[in-house]
């Protein structure tokens, strides 16, 4: 599986992103695999920012709840995650992960700038 992540960005603080992830190199659809969004600031550990699962429970991490919002499309087999409210602690490289037969995959990464 391949994920390719896209829409990463320079915004000021207050403003929206829409993240893409698209999923490739397999049969099988991004609705047959568990999901998420990881970001990992300069100098911290990644952290989960939200996920969801194959049945489509969603979880955000407590940091982003009201603000975030993940999502899936089945005819891109691409996972999204629009971002709106950006604050300077949102910057971040933000991966996309997925998780198909107890194999764990990951995206390249998008830098998001939020400037003050």
């Known amino acids: 599986v391949q994920l390719q992540a896209s829409g990463g960005g320079l915004v000021h603080a207050g403003g929206s992103l829409r993240l893409s992830c698209v999923a490739s190199g397999t049969i099988f659809s991004i609705y047959n695999m568990a999901l998420a969004w990881y970001r990992q600031a300069p100098g911290k550990e990644r952290e989960l920012v939200a996920g969801i699962t194959m049945e489509g429970y969603i979880k955000y991490a407590e940091s982003v709840k009201g603000r975030f919002t993940i999502s899936r499309e089945r005819a891109k087999n691409t996972l999204f995650l629009q971002m709106n409210n950006l604050k300077p602690e949102d910057t971040a490289v933000y991966f996309c992960?997925?998780?198909?037969?107890?194999?764990?995959?990951w995206g390249q990464g998008t830098q998001v700038t939020v400037s003050s």
């Open positions: 992960n997925a998780s198909l037969f107890s194999h764990n995959y």
